[in-house]
């Protein structure tokens, strides 16, 4: 939960305690920002759980402003890892070999840097490498070094990011690869996705955390990896979307500063206003099909 959250998680968990369940206010030092849901439920001759990971706060208020994108799996991969992520912050375990997530601040930053290295290695041996990063802020200066790397080697290289980026795109010798969009419109763009062209495996990766080092080092987060063809292709339409926003992207300069989008040859585009009108055409085509089944 954000800070503003933290009297009304208080008040929460106080309530939960009252009617008899166990509440863990976490590990000392460390914030839990990681967004996470365990069901473990008998179901006829088996024990089965039911794992959610999103990349926003469970707040039904946030919810209404936010955009956030959300895994929903029983695949005993993630209900492993998840029930080892529980237990290592309920003090009961040490921190497992993941099967699925990287965890802050155990070997989320590795795994991001070793992702970055491993598109440099791939555009020097003249393979395609290419790195979409999609999150709130950018300020870590590790990772900035690894992506001015990347641009030198050759990476593409396009980032969206909302609010606070350190980096600066377009400069010849060190970010030239580099393109960085900004989308601020009515609904706050919150989701942290990250895209590794990898040789053509087309890996993506939800999160709970931005390139900072209060996520990468002070917090418990997590990533995780989206394996399935058709939810890929739902992520790979989601940024293709985006691109052609041609309302609320601003671009920015090597100066640090932003200029609006300009494309008089394309129609107008408005990312979130078509977001918001597809997600309404699936829930009215959910809503009838239940109809129709009584």
């Known amino acids: 939960m954000e800070d503003f959250d933290e009297e009304n998680n208080i008040i929460w968990a106080k309530r939960l305690e009252r009617s008899g369940c166990h509440v863990i206010y976490g590990l000392i030092g460390l914030k839990i920002h990681c ?5 473990v439920r008998r179901e006829e001759d088996q024990i089965r759980r039911y794992v959610h990971l999103g990349t926003g706060n469970y707040n039904d208020f946030t919810a209404k402003l936010y955009t956030d994108y959300g895994y929903f799996t029983c695949r005993d991969a993630f209900g492993a890892d998840i029930s080892a992520l529980f237990n290592l912050l309920t003090g009961y375990a040490k921190e497992p070999k993941w099967k699925k997530l990287a965890v802050a601040p155990g070997n989320l930053r590795q795994f991001f840097i070793k992702s970055i290295e491993n ?31 990347a641009s030198g080697a050759g990476v593409e290289v396009i980032l969206i990011i909302r609010g606070v980026c350190c980096l600066r795109s ?18 706050l763009e919150h989701s942290r996705i ?31 990896p989206i394996g399935s063809d058709s939810l890929k292709k739902k992520l790979e339409d989601m940024f293709d979307l985006t691109f052609r926003d041609t309302v609320k992207t601003r671009i920015q300069n090597p100066n640090g500063t ?3 989008l300009v494309q008089k040859d394309l129609p107008i585009l408005e990312s979130q206003i078509e977001f918001h009108r ?11 099909a239940q109809s129709l089944m009584g």
Request: avoid cysteine.
């Open 278 to 288: 597809q997600a309404k055409k699936t829930a009215k085509k959910k809503i009838e």
């Open 35 to 39: 967004k996470t849901i365990l069901v």
């Open 194 to 224: 990250y895209y590794f062209h990898d040789g053509g495996e087309k890996r993506y990766y939800l999160s709970s955390a931005d390139w900072m080092p209060r996520n990468l080092d002070r917090r418990v987060e997590t990533l995780f």
């Open 119 to 149: 598109e440099i290695k791939l555009a020097q041996k003249g393979q395609k490498a290419k790195i979409i990063a999609k999150m709130n802020a950018l300020v870590d200066e590790e990772i900035i070094e690894k992506l001015y790397e």
């Open 170 to 187: 377009g400069i010849k010798g060190q970010s030239k690869n580099i393109k960085i969009l900004s989308i601020v419109g009515t609904f």
């Open 258 to 260: 932003y200029t609006r």
